[in-house]
């Protein structure tokens, strides 16, 4: 990986826009935290409480990735520790435990996720187009597109990599990664 994400095409058909402008932001989340030991990654903003750290943003947009892809686009149910989680008991539990996971435990996880949505991504491209509905409704009975997720995730990562971008700057002075 180039310490730079790899820029999104100008000219592109729906579908390789959006996954390319995905793929931008991992890259850019992964550069955020790249060569950052546990400690940095647990780091919040100094003088703000929040539970949101890097370490914690990393595992917290694996999940999105499980949640997105594979629960509501397929209705699967969470594979792997997150179908153990118990997020009555704290649902913030994806940015707090990251602290008890070592900066290779992180992004390997990640990794995995990522790897795991892009092939159920090419499995729903294979079923249909972007107007398909997820198959996992909500409570009020919507159902999110395909479209809608892929540009939910374009959204939920460009916000995370606008905060992954000051706290990577107040935990070593970092800036333009």
Known sequence: MSSYPRNPPFAADEVTM????????????????AGLDAA???????GHPAVMTLGGMVKHLAFVEQWWFTIALHDRPPVGFWADVDWEADEDWDWSSAR????????AMYDAEVAR?????????????????GRRARSDG???????????????????????????????????L
């Open 18 to 33: 959006l996954r390319s402008w995905i793929d931008y932001y991992r890259d850019t989340i992964r550069t955020q935290t």
């Open 40 to 46: 940095q990654l647990a780091a919040t903003i100094p």
């Open 100 to 107: 008890h996971d070592s900066p290779e435990e992180l992004r």
């Open 117 to 133: 949505s892009d092939a159920a991504l090419d499995e729903a491209l294979a079923a249909g187009g972007l107007d398909q509905p």
């Open 142 to 176: 919507s159902v999110a597109t395909l479209r809608w997720i892929l540009v939910h995730m374009v959204e939920e990562y460009a916000r995370h990599a606008g905060h992954a971008d000051l706290i990577r700057e107040s935990v070593d002075g970092a800036v333009d």
